[in-house]
């Protein structure tokens, strides 16, 4: 999170290993352009992009052009801005398995400090195959630069582990190699701004806070809805599915933004424990209990604007009886005395009617109705929609009178639209995070009891989903998901909200 101050990064280095991949050059890249057209990159900054491709510096760098103009907010700069942003960028052709080619990454810092006359900050970002990552880190553990703590940092991207006990080894391979201030385990979630915006919106304001809880908190709902399938990642997703994908890391996240205490500060770990003790607070889910409140789905084929389009199991790269889920909804409560019995859902979900992130908060029906029924006919609860993305907005429902002699009550809403609000774009979540990077704030990233509390929360669902053959595929392509989701939440009485 940005101070107020808008510190500048020291003198950095940034390493990407998988720098020739996919995340660099659709986020990674287009994010430090930004930060640099937005004057946030220090003077004295180096980017290295590590691989076992064969380019030359000229032609990595016209590759990540093509990425900037491809997938940059800002698909060109002002001229000449990308001339002088390139000349920080470099590659280093390196096999990550090759324990000896490590030291030329202590050889660029030594040469670039010297040529700088300052000592840097040093950056490893390990964007590649879950699987690479502990050779990449047991490696660099052994450089003698990696023991600085104060300047030499690690990023680590999800997934971080497959389930508890990968997590907690992972966690331990890491915690061995470095101190857990110089680890930082990326959750793209938290730098959205409008999930950054939950706790400004809560704890910058009186008027929430003292509704906020179970006595007037109905239930809430957090939807992040995809209408994409599996856009070529089938052999990442097939041994991952949405439970793992989306909710165990971004679904939990926002459950906690919504739900945490007032932090005291903002310091990275008072925030971070606050976040820890709503995660730790969530019921667990016993292994009978899980069919009443895990719904898992798969999209079977269906077609699209008249065009067929393939189930998951057609997908490249998947397996013709996979039975990988697609689409997940859970219902879980949080147990301490703010949030006890309030129920909340959350689903996700691939190949669904639309792309939306959506927090709903709904609050309990008025206590007592003096007006006539036949006034009330469209009466609803008050709501707070909180647009995650791509509607970034805050809507609030509450009653009216219409307007004329006879008396009818009427829900309206009062909508805040952070585009009508503020002018200029927002910056994208991997430019906020990569600057906390470079700047050593580690509030938006997860601590290592953090990822672990969250997959204690959603491993009894995994068990059983793992032991029992579901009955895929359930849903078509376009749809809200399986019936069984409909039913997790009319069961209680509501219904799934996205306005
Ligand atoms: C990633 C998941 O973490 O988040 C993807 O691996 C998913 O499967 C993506 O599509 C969604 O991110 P966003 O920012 O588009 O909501």
Redesign the pocket.
């Known amino acids: 999170m940005i101070p107020a101050t808008n510190q500048r990064p020291a003198a950095t280095i940034l390493f990407i290993f998988g720098g020739s991949g996919d995340l660099n050059l659709r986020k990674l890249t287009p994010a430090l352009y930004n930060l640099y057209l937005d004057k946030y990159l220090s003077d004295r900054f180096a980017v290295v992009g590590l691989g076992r491709s064969n380019y030359t510096d000229e032609s990595f760098r016209e590759r990540l052009l093509e990425g900037v103009q491809s997938f940059s907010r800002r698909k060109n700069g002002p001229d000449d801005a990308w001339k002088s942003f390139a000349p920080m960028v470099s590659y280093l052709q390196m096999d990550a398995g090759d324990k000896a080619s490590y030291t030329k990454l202590s050889d660029f810092v030594a040469d670039r400090e010297k040529e700088w006359g300052v000592q840097a900050n040093v950056v490893f970002y390990l964007a590649v195959a879950p699987q690479l990552v502990p050779g990449i880190a047991t490696n660099l553990g052994k450089l003698p630069l990696c023991g600085d703590k104060s300047r030499v940092r690690i990023v680590v991207e999800?997934?971080f582990g497959r389930d508890l006990k990968t997590a907690q080894e992972l966690n331990a391979l890491l915690g061995g190699l470095f101190a857990e201030e110089q680890i930082y385990r990326i959750?793209?979630?938290l730098g959205?701004e409008t999930v950054q915006n939950i706790l400004a919106l809560r704890f910058a304001n009186s008027l929430f806070e003292p509704i906020w809880n179970r006595r007037y908190v109905d239930y809430v709902q957090i939807t992040?809805a995809?209408t994409?399938g599996l856009?070529g990642?089938g052999g990442?997703?097939e041994g991952?599915g949405?439970l793992r994908?989306?909710i165990q890391?971004?679904l939990l996240q926002v459950l906690c933004m919504v739900a945490t205490e007032a932090p005291i500060s903002f310091d990275a770990n008072e925030v971070r424990n606050k976040k820890v003790d709503v995660l730790n607070a969530i019921r667990r889910i016993k292994p009978e209990e899980v069919k009443d409140v895990a719904v898992r789905g798969q999209y079977g084929p269906g077609e699209k604007d008249g065009k067929p389009i393939p189930g998951y199991r057609e997908e490249e790269g998947v397996k013709p009886d996979s039975t990988t889920e697609t689409f997940a909804a859970v219902k879980l409560f949080v147990d301490n005395w703010r949030w006890e019995d309030v129920p909340f859902y959350l689903r996700t979900g691939?190949s669904l009617p639309e792309?939306a992130?959506v927090i709903t908060i709904q609050f309990k029906p008025a206590p007592y109705y003096a007006f006539p029924s036949e006034a009330t006919h469209s009466w609803q609860s008050n709501r707070l929609t909180i647009g995650?993305?791509p509607g970034m907005d805050i809507r609030l429902r509450f009653q009216a009178k219409r307007p004329g002699q006879t008396l009818a009550i009427d829900p309206v809403e009062m909508v805040f639209s952070y585009k009508d609000a503020y002018a200029g774009q927002e910056p994208e979540?991997y430019e906020t995070l990569l600057l906390d990077v470079m700047t050593g704030d580690a509030t938006l990233f997860m601590r290592a009891d953090q990822v672990e509390a969250a997959w204690k929360v959603v491993t009894p669902i995994l068990d059983a989903w793992e032991s029992e053959t579901p009955d895929f595929p359930n849903y078509t392509p376009g749809s809200w998901g399986p019936e069984a989701a409909m039913q997790l939440v009319e069961k209680d009485g509501f219904h799934w909200m996205m306005k």
Do not use: F, G, L
């Open positions: 999800k997934p959750d793209h979630y959205k992040a995809e994409v856009e990642r990442y997703y991952s949405a994908d989306m890391n971004h691939k792309k992130t995650i993305q979540a």
